[in-house]
T-cell receptor
Framework: AQRVTQPEKLLSVFKGAPVELKCNYSYSGSPELFWYVQYSRQRLQLLLRHISRESIKGFTADLNKGETSFHLKKPFAQEEDSAMYYC????????????FGAGTRLFVKA | EPEVTQTPSHQVTQMGQEVILRCVPI?????FYWYRQILGQKVEFLVSFYNNEISEKSEIFDDQFSVERPDGSNFTLKIRSTKLEDSAMYFCASMQEQSSYEQYFGPGTRLTVT
């Protein structure tokens, strides 16, 4: 069965430190991978997706098919990055449902 | 910028009662979804809806659940006889088209079953 694993529930770093939020997935085909972010008292919103290979708010994520990973990275964390981050997998075709990981709360300390 | 809206923001109901959660997706979107998140747990897919019918549903979406798009703008989730374990945050989402990559989420409705 398809699955998304985020091993860390909480990640706490100091401002300016590098950040890596881990995500591993299991899926037999070619899924689409995403990172969603939820800031305090705001709705879930898309941060980035693997297809676009872009950097959003300084974050990047590379799909590693060999390791079935899609880790989210930022070289210098900012206080405003503090939020809940969800790695997600979307199955192509059908209803295009999204399967979420359990989420990692990132806390950036001043 | 258009947004998905949901009402109410918080619904309290007694066990066994019917509840209807409402969503207004973004107007030119074609795919609609319901997800739920039990407190402290992951966001779980419930159902997807396209072309006026369910395209996929999860094991959670049993006979107690139903969805409807009654008037071309609202998208509702009905739970016929609520159970304590239905207490969760329910998120609606919509997507423009098949080739689109982004599902836009609503702010959620917190359902509390007592």
């Amino acid at each position: 069965a398809q699955r998304v694993t985020q091993p860390e529930k909480l990640l706490s770093v100091f401002k300016g430190a590098p950040v890596e939020l881990k995500c591993n997935y299991s899926y037999s085909g070619s899924p689409e991978l995403f990172w969603y972010v939820q800031y305090s008292r705001q709705r879930l919103q898309l941060l980035l997706r693997h297809i676009s290979r872009e950097s959003i708010k300084g974050f990047t994520a590379d799909l590693n098919k060999g390791e079935t990973s899609f880790h989210l990275k930022k070289p210098f964390a900012q206080e405003e990055d503090s939020a809940m981050y969800y790695c997600a997998l979307r199955e192509p075709g059908g209803g295009f449902k999204t399967i979420f990981g359990a989420g990692t709360r990132l806390f950036v300390k001043a | 910028e258009p947004e998905v809206t949901q009402t109410p923001s918080h619904q309290v109901t007694q066990m066994g009662q019917e509840v209807i959660l409402r969503c207004v997706p973004i107007s030119n979107h074609l795919y609609f979804y319901w997800y739920r998140q039990i407190l402290g747990q992951k966001v779980e897919f419930l159902v997807s809806f396209y072309n006026n019918e369910i395209s996929e549903k999860s094991e959670i979406f049993d006979d107690q659940f139903s969805v409807e798009r009654p008037d071309g703008s609202n998208f509702t989730l009905k739970i016929r006889s609520t159970k304590l374990e239905d207490s969760a945050m329910y998120f609606c989402a919509s997507m423009q088209e098949q080739s689109s990559y982004e599902q836009y989420f609503g702010p959620g409705t917190r359902l509390t079953v007592t």
